[in-house]
T-cell receptor, first 112, second 116 residues
Framework: QKEVEQNSGPLSVPEGAIASLNCTYS??????FFWYRQYSGKSPELIMF????GDKEDGRFTAQLNKASQYVSLLIRDSQPSDSATYLC????????????FGKGTHLIIQP | GAVVSQHPSRVICKSGTSVKIECRSL??????MFWYRQFPKKSLMLMAT?????????EQGVEKDKFLINHASLTLSTLTVTSAHPEDSSFYIC????????????FGPGTRLTVL
């Protein structure tokens, strides 16, 4: 069974610091990895995806992938209070019409 | 990113009535759409996978006769909650897959259902 694990938190980070969110997955054949942000009462919003080992940067966000360790992370630089949300890690393992396997999310709190 | 819309965004109904929720992919064709339910402060729960032109695939524990899904076109899937009861009150979210090398999944804004 495909599993995606995240620490539920809450993870509390001071404003301006780097927030580091981690995720591990069980299916070694997984192909694409996604990070979603979900504000309370809203639907998830895709922030980034990564499919190759290494780092991928987009503005203040950096996704990191290590397939050997089955580990993916999201770094948020210069954290802002508006970054406070639940961050969902999701993994695509192929299969055409198959969807993503989601983790339960990490609740991030940026302290002003 | 691709855009998915849902309608209505919020609905309040009486117990025993049926409610239809529409999910549309606005700028892409979604052969596959997904329906999720989320209770307050809980994780997303996948209810069913909706494939255009075929029957939906329901997750274990989800009653297919209660949650009717129709995916009649590449841009529209509907979820009908039949004979709704207060315990069906929840946040219902659909998503569509942008077919391609990465299969990104984009979510609609969600529909908040309250059954009185």
């Amino acid at each position: 069974q495909k599993e995606v694990e995240q620490n539920s938190g809450p993870l509390s980070v001071p404003e301006g610091a780097i927030a580091s969110l981690n995720c591990t997955y069980s299916d070694r054949g997984s192909q694409s990895f996604f990070w979603y942000r979900q504000y309370s009462g809203k639907s998830p919003e895709l922030i980034m995806f990564i499919y190759s080992n290494g780092d991928k940067e987009d503005g203040r966000f950096t996704a990191q992938l290590n397939k050997a360790s089955q580990y993916v992370s999201l770094l948020i630089r210069d954290s802002q209070p508006s970054d406070s949300a639940t961050y969902l890690c999701a993994v695509y393992s192929g299969g055409g019409a198959d969807g993503l396997t989601f983790g339960k999310g990490t609740h991030l709190i940026i302290q002003p | 990113g691709a855009v998915v819309s849902q309608h209505p965004s919020r609905v309040i109904c009486k117990s025993g009535t049926s409610v239809k929720i529409e999910c549309r992919s606005l700028d892409f064709q979604a052969t596959t759409m997904f329906w999720y339910r989320q209770f307050p402060k809980k994780s997303l729960m996948l209810m069913a996978t909706s494939n255009e032109g075929s029957k939906a695939t329901y997750e274990q524990g989800v009653e297919k006769d209660k949650f009717l899904i129709n995916h009649a076109s590449l841009t529209l899937s509907t979820l009908t909650v039949t004979s709704a009861h207060p315990e069906d009150s929840s946040f219902y979210i659909c998503s569509g897959i942008l077919s391609g090398p990465y299969n990104e999944q984009f979510f609609g804004p969600g529909t908040r259902l309250t059954v009185l």
